[in-house]
């Protein structure tokens, strides 16, 4: 398998513009996590799913941010309108049901400027 | 809520020397408790992992960890450290939903371990 997939792995845009994050779980895992990562805050869980189906969204910063799950093999995190404080890395993670061990993708590294 | 709490931010070790890196956590039901690694510009790596049963569990890389539950303590541990070991080390808790899936897991701070030739 080829593990969590992320796209793109890096992205630079203009503060105001959308940004869509993208990423394709392990095939079979069932859930499928959102985190951002910064040197202030650490690692923060953004928005998970279980089943295709948002569960937490508490992390969520505000709501210029949205995240989607249109099917079992894909996830979008969407920025709009973006600000230079969203700059960060962002990683999808995907687990197996019932258990929380996560696997990572490389993460997305976004610079808003 | 749950929390994890890594108090060491940077650790230096001299290669060959033995490592811990500590990490207590605090989670209302059983916890499930990971070790991730992290080098830079990568995502996350998982080390080990404790689920149940035998508190002291084994993970890749030569690395350990053990569960004490009177502690809340989840540190890990190397015998002999190699420089390839430097990276951030991520403590983690988390459990399961109730619906089957998978709840989110909440990481600590990170510790920064350099090694010293």
């Known amino acids: 398998d080829a593990g969590v997939i992320q796209s793109p792995r890096h992205e630079v845009t203009e503060m105001g513009q959308e940004v869509t994050l993208r990423c394709k779980p392990i095939?079979?895992?069932?859930?499928l996590f959102w985190y951002r990562q910064t040197m202030m805050r650490g690692l923060e869980l953004l928005i998970y799913?279980?089943?295709?189906?948002?569960?937490?969204d508490s992390g969520m910063p505000e709501d210029r941010f949205s995240a989607k799950m249109p099917n079992a093999s894909f996830s979008t995190l969407k920025i709009q309108p973006s600000e230079p404080r969203d700059s960060a890395v962002y990683f999808c993670?995907?687990?197996?049901?019932?258990?929380?061990?996560?696997?990572f993708g490389q993460g997305t590294r976004l610079t808003v400027v | 809520a749950q929390s994890v709490t890594q108090p060491d931010i940077h650790i230096t070790v001299s290669e060959g020397a033995s490592l811990e890196l500590r990490c207590n956590y605090s989670?209302?039901?059983?916890?499930?408790l990971f070790w991730y690694v992290q080098s830079p510009g990568q995502g996350l790596q998982l080390l080990l992992k404790?689920?149940?049963?035998?508190?002291l569990v084994q993970g890749i890389k030569g690395f350990e960890a053990e569960f004490k539950r009177s502690q809340s303590s989840f540190n890990l541990r190397k015998p002999s450290v190699h420089w390839s070991d430097a990276a951030e080390y991520f403590c983690?808790?988390?459990?399961?939903?109730?619906?089957?899936?998978?709840?989110?897991?909440?990481f600590g701070k990170g510790t920064h371990l350099i090694i010293q030739p």
């Open positions: 993670a995907s687990s197996l049901r019932g258990l929380s061990e996560a696997f």
């Open positions: 095939s079979g895992h069932n859930s």
């Open positions: 799913f279980n089943n295709n189906v948002p569960i937490d």
């Open positions: 989670y209302g039901a059983t916890p499930y």
């Open positions: 404790y689920f149940s049963g035998d508190t």
């Open positions: 983690a808790v988390g459990g399961a939903e109730s619906g089957g899936g998978a709840d989110g897991l909440t």
